[in-house]
């Protein structure tokens, strides 16, 4: 079997910003919403037999305990944080399973969803699918891959070395030295990804970089700033690691089976007629007799 993993918040919003606005009878914006679900759908149509989603059912996690910058709810429209737990609901009435995390980030849920499916033998193949360069860390060879679903890429553990130039293991740690805007930490002054790259292919992480650069056995532009920066700066590098780094073991399933679709709830269809989407019904029932 392959088990696909998909970042529900991510979908939320990238359709959000291309798909028109759309309201139901009593006003409500649902737009993101039918489209994430059709995306869903068209998997399922695709063949896709096993299936979970994360969302972030609140923005905040524990990440903004450690780093007061980290990303937050605010400056996200009203129009698409109303849809979020609404998404969850759908999902779940199509038959999906859902991972709606509060305290921890639907990134830790995939990586935890990634690690339990990985060590099933009955798996042939973990999909992961976000373009997020936090999922990179958790690519395993062929078997746990990530998948750019508007480009179809799909990038296994070369493809993490081709794109980042450090292994799914130093993923962490590079961003720990060049920072995500995205996740609102910035890393550390002077370090790209060239220089990020080039060091942590040699050294693998943090911890294994001699503290001068005369004992760097990597030529880098500027590498004496650059190693006095990281000894000066070494606690907020760690910092950065441990918000960087995914949560891999969370509980969310017994059983890899949880995630088999098996066909829509009785309550699908009343739903979709509230969205004024009947046709995804529809095509729910006739997906699910198709597969028995």
Known sequence: MRVHLLDGTYELFRHFAVIPAAQTADGREVGALRAVLGSVMGML???????GVATDHVIESFRNELWP???????????????????E???RALGIAVWAMTDYEADDALASAAALAAADPRVEQVVIATPDKDLAQCVRGTRVVQLERRTGRVIDEAGV???FGVPPA?????????????????GLPGWGAKSASAVLARYGHLERIPPSAD??????RGAARLAATLVERIDDAFLFRDLATLRDDLPLFADVEETRWRGPTPAFAALCAEL???RLGERAVERAAAVG
């Open 276 to 278: 004024d989407a009947r």
């Open 161 to 163: 070395m081709e794109k």
């Open 45 to 51: 149509e695709d063949g896709v037999t096993h299936v």
């Open 89 to 91: 609901e759908a999902l």
């Open 170 to 186: 130093s993923i962490p740690d590079y961003l720990a030295l060049v920072g995500d805007s995205a996740d609102g930490f910035p």
């Open 215 to 220: 004992g760097w056995e990597v030529a880098v």
């Open 69 to 87: 910058g980290y990303k937050t709810g605010a400056g996200v429209p009203a129009q698409l944080m109303a849809q979020f737990e609404p998404l």
